[in-house]
């Protein structure tokens, strides 16, 4: 099982980019999907999650200003983050609940990172 994840890049505050989120690989179902974000000498925090029937849950930082959403038939995820602060900046990784064959686990993707000049 594989996630990649991309979309990142730079970007001027109050500007907007677009994360997606694909796994891969043998898969027999996904459960939850989420973002989370780590900045420079931070610890890993949650930005949003979201279950296989649609259910969104948000950190109360980005709440309003980033969207996220998801494909099942494309095991696919997205993050629409708008009005983008210097705050944001981080490196963004994908995690998945995954079942290859009969076990659930969490997946990780390799991060794509996000800059927000001020």
């Known amino acids: 099982v594989q996630l990649q994840a991309y979309g990142g890049g730079l970007v001027q505050a109050g500007g907007s980019l677009r994360l997606s989120c694909t796994a891969s690989?043998?898969?027999?179902?996904?459960?939850?999907m989420g973002w989370y974000r780590q900045a420079p000498g931070k610890q890993r925090d949650l930005v949003a999650t979201?279950?296989?029937?649609?259910?969104?849950n948000y950190a109360n930082s980005v709440t309003g200003r980033f969207t996220i959403s998801r494909d099942n038939a494309k095991k696919t995820i997205y993050l629409q983050m708008n009005d983008l602060k210097p705050e944001d900046t981080a490196v963004y990784y994908c995690?998945?609940?995954?079942?290859?064959?009969?076990?659930?686990?969490?997946?990780w993707g390799q991060g794509t990172l996000v800059t927000v000049s001020s």
């Open positions: 995690k998945a609940n995954i079942r290859p064959h009969f076990v659930l686990d969490d997946f």
């Open positions: 690989g043998t898969i027999t179902s996904i459960k939850d």
């Open positions: 979201i279950t296989s029937g649609g259910t969104a």
